[in-house]
């Protein structure tokens, strides 16, 4: 089973400011990476596919990045409505698919 | 627009079996190469990958869960669904039911609000 590990546990961005969210795998998997950002109460929403591809509807402002073990998730110009926890999941090769634990969001 | 809509009993006890399900609107099923798949979220946790079925292959389960989990599609009722048996505390989540793009595509995408099942008994 491949191990997601992500950092900061949290991280606090000034509104308009810039945060950056760190996503490591255990092994290579190559770009087979996604983003999720959870508000509370509700259901994961998919951000990011193939490590950098935006899904339908996501604003330019979020960006993913990287390959191999080390991804990251860019979100600038933050707005108070980014403030969730975002989540990376590896879907590389076969199953299990494994997410990380998961950063939290806050604008100050 | 594809939505799911997950139903089933938000308590459940110890030692018995959870039953979920999943219904589909805005597509077929049997559309497409798709997986359906379950995903669950403990209490503050991150989430777990339950399994996946489809409409004409064998499903795949997280081995953590394969002994007790099947996931099967109903192709009449465009649906599918969730039996998790031998219930413990440790099974009480969220679960949520969710589009899997398939091989090689595995992100999800759309998923559904969520039901919280509590074990308790």
């Known amino acids: 089973e491949i191990l997601m590990t992500q950092s900061p546990a949290t991280v606090s961005v000034s509104p308009g400011g810039r945060a950056t969210l760190s996503c490591r795998a255990s092994q290579s998997i190559g770009i087979n990476l996604a983003w999720y950002q959870q508000k509370p109460g509700q259901a994961p929403r998919l951000l990011i596919y193939?490590?950098?591809v935006r899904a339908t509807d996501i604003p330019a402002r979020f960006r993913g990045g990287g390959s191999g073990t080390e991804f990251t998730l860019t979100i600038s110009s933050l707005q108070s409505e980014d403030s969730a926890i975002y989540f990376c999941?590896?879907?590389?090769?076969?199953?299990?698919?494994?997410f990380g634990q998961g950063t939290k969001v806050e604008i100050k | 627009q594809l939505q799911l809509q997950e139903s089933g009993p938000g308590l459940v006890r110890p030692s018995e079996t959870l039953f979920l399900t999943c219904s589909v609107s805005g597509d077929s099923v049997t559309s497409g190469t798709y997986h359906w798949s379950w995903v669950r979220q403990s209490p503050g946790k991150t989430l777990e990958w339950i399994g996946y079925s489809y409409h004409n292959g064998s499903p795949s389960y997280n081995p953590s869960l394969r002994s007790r989990v099947a996931i099967s599609v109903d192709t009449s009722r465009n649906q599918f669904s969730l039996t998790l048996t031998s219930v413990t505390a440790a099974d009480t989540a969220v679960y949520y039911c969710?589009?899997?793009?398939?091989?090689?595509?595995?992100?999800?995408?759309?998923w559904g609000q969520g039901t919280l099942v509590t074990v308790s008994s």
């Open positions: 969710a589009r899997d793009q398939g091989l090689p595509r595995s992100w999800f995408d759309p």
């Open positions: 193939g490590a950098s």
């Open positions: 999941q590896q879907y590389d090769n076969r199953p299990p698919w494994t």
